[in-house]
């Protein structure tokens, strides 16, 4: 799964979110919670290090919250099926309640620049 997609959920971002990060598909063993416990087992990627582990951690963290506002979006809007009734009713009373309810959602929940 995208590593943006995964950081839309609500996701731990801890080492092994980071070397998932840093080395997709690699092989390796976390024994504990300290980098000092990583067994790097992949022949193919070489392992990182422990600081730039750290620095892809807090890389993440700022992308996470830089996301925040695709999660406070999903939750204020309505479901498809909502969504597909208003929009049937705007075309059958010429309203404009989808677009303004989309509206009102994106200047609640701003893209950061």
Known sequence: MDIEKQLERDVSIDIPFA???LRPRAQWVL???AFSGLEWLD???SQPGEQDVLDEIERLKL???NLKYRRDRKDEYLTIEE???LLYWDGVNGTTT???HITEV???HPKPE
């Open 19 to 21: 070397l998932q990060s």
């Open 31 to 33: 024994r504990g919670e």
């Open 43 to 45: 022949q193919e990627q």
């Open 63 to 65: 992308l996470k919250e």
């Open 83 to 85: 969504q597909l009734d």
């Open 98 to 100: 989808w677009a303004d």
């Open 106 to 108: 994106k200047a609640n």
